[in-house]
């Protein structure tokens, strides 16, 4: 099996800074696209960023210059910094990960449970 695990979240004013992390564990023999979706009371889900593991990275329009996600493969690990927060960006913020399992190099897409981030205007 394959876990994500997620931290990080909470409660922040308007202007203000937090920083997701989500590692990864489990039988893992690579891991493609992770990334983070964001899902607010009464929307879908919605793509905030991705982080190829060949290619560029992916921002969502609302998110470009205040948001920046960084990976770190040595520790299966995708961060989220957001900066200048709006009330608009209160959401459970879900960590995403393309898993190629270890042993039968199977094709996984896996969930975090998800973190609550609020942001007070």
């Known amino acids: 099996q394959v876990h994500l695990v997620e931290s990080g979240g909470g409660l922040v004013q308007a202007g203000g800074s937090l920083r997701l992390s989500c590692a990864a564990s489990g039988s893992i023999a690579h891991i493609n696209t992770m990334g983070w979706y964001r899902q607010a009371p009464g929307k879908q889900r919605e793509l905030v960023a991705s982080?190829?593991?060949?290619?560029?990275?992916n921002y969502a329009d609302s998110v470009k210059g205040r948001f920046t996600i960084s990976r770190d493969n040595t520790e299966n690990t995708v961060y989220l910094q957001m900066n200048s927060l709006k009330p608009e960006d209160t959401a459970v913020y879900y960590c995403n990960a393309e898993v190629v399992r270890a042993g039968n190099y199977r094709y996984l897409d896996v969930w975090g449970q998800g973190t609550l981030v609020t942001v007070s205007s």
């Open positions: 982080f190829p593991n060949v290619g560029s990275t």
